[in-house]
């Protein structure tokens, strides 16, 4: 079924607005037309430009104004992606609800309907917030092709995912070698010494990894990562739904986007024992089918809100935040002198103008120190009165955004994997470039915080993984706008 570049002719595509109405009138998604969206071509940053190319805004900050008011946390983007690839393990709906607006959320919607998905997208009601998430519709009755075309996993590291629903279900797979955040070398080992584990037969050709399910289908086994990998994690769980008996995976990733891809499969029929422990143990089923199930709120951009309150000062509400998601990082921002609550609606970040002590940061897989933020923690000391050391143990080439940092005067020095800050009497305002996701938005922080003018260039990194930022961020105070490229 290796079909190289072919687009599904079922598949609901934002460039082929004519297809709509033939395909809402025959019933597309089984009945779920009502109240559908028409997606038009835009250049709205969540579904980039017309061409494809990469979106060339800038931000402008001016910076010195505290931030008080509420945020509507959005869905996560961790979690949003592996459960849209889940929908290729059934041919009935799955209904996805809080869905991010994000640049990656569609371009994940373009691989899936190159596979043959049909999406469908609900609109607003009433009664919802303006900041909420997407009510989306995926729906994969026939896979019609099983290859990932290199033009467009390239640009995405998390569509490789796909190689698992596709193995169990199809029993083959043609995926490209993946791309995004260039943050290190990120090799996919674990992901196929993973799926070779469950019988899968494996080769590289021609920079694609084409697996292949002989005998009928995947057989459960035991697979231990040697290191813990959320990707790795994601890939193997969704494969092992439907493999031929048990499977058990032990040093499992215990991220929480972890266990709301595990609870949806479970919505979905799956039999998955450990969800949250570091060993799961699933048994296959021979078939899944449809469910409706929430994307949690995103704990990064909770983490990174509250690190931007922390920059400021101020009184800021986050609403659908949850501490027991981002323990870690609030046990460190209440050592540097942040004051951090939980309430029934969300996360309140307090401070009231004292300076910010010093406090040392290892990353570490959750539950420990998130490495997504560990940007927007740096940021955030080079204001500290003191000396902080932030050691990155998660990737090996994450510090591109110390360059940038020190463009508005930050004093940070690097040996390897350790960073050391020294917190500075102020910041001013620089043309600065975001070179990842997490990196650009620790700019904005620095901005926020700086005396004079900011502009961030390169913002497509932003529009990856941060929703309506500078709108939420405005909100609140903050002088912020988007500048068209």
Known sequence: MFQKNRVSR??????NKQAWPALLDAGVSLGYQRNIVQRQISRDPAKGTPDGKQNMDRIRIVGGNELNGEITISGAKNAALPLMISSLLTAEPLVLENVPRLADVKQLERILENHGVDIAVNGRRPDEDDMGGQR?????????????????????RASFWVIGPLLAREHEARVSLPGG???????????????????????IEDGYVVAKAPN?????????????????????????????????IENAAQEPEVGNLARCLVAMGAKIDGIDTSTLTIQGVTELHGATHEVLPDRIETGTYAMAVAMTGGDVLLKGGNVKNLQAAVDVLKATGVDISQEKTGIRVRRNGNGLQPVDVETNPFPGFPTDLQAQYMALMTRSTGTANIRETIFENRFMHVAELARFGADIKVDGQLATVTGVPELRGAQVMATDLRASVSLV????AA???????????LDRGFERL??????????IERISG
Not at 183 to 194: A, C, K, M, Q
Not at 451 to 461: A, D, P, Q, S
Request: net charge neutral; charged share 20%.
């Open 136 to 156: 989306i519709i995926f729906t994969a009755n026939k896979i019609v092709d099983t290859c990932a075309p290199y033009e467009l996993v390239s640009t995405m």
């Open 216 to 248: 009928g289908g995947l057989i459960g086994n035991r697979v231990t990562f040697p290191k813990v990998s959320v990707g790795a994690t994601h890939t193997v769980m969704m494969a092992a739904t439907l493999a031929k008996g048990t499977t058990i």
């Open 451 to 461: 005396n004079g003018e900011t502009i961030v260039n390169r913002i497509y990194h």
């Open 470 to 479: 500078e709108e939420k961020l405005s909100r609140c105070g903050a002088t």
């Open 10 to 15: 079922n598949a609901i595509s934002s460039d």
């Open 445 to 448: 922080i620095a901005g926020l």
């Open 181 to 203: 955040c260039a943050i290190g070398t990120r090799p996919v080992d674990f992901y196929l010494e993973g799926l070779k584990q469950l019988g899968a037969e494996i080769d």
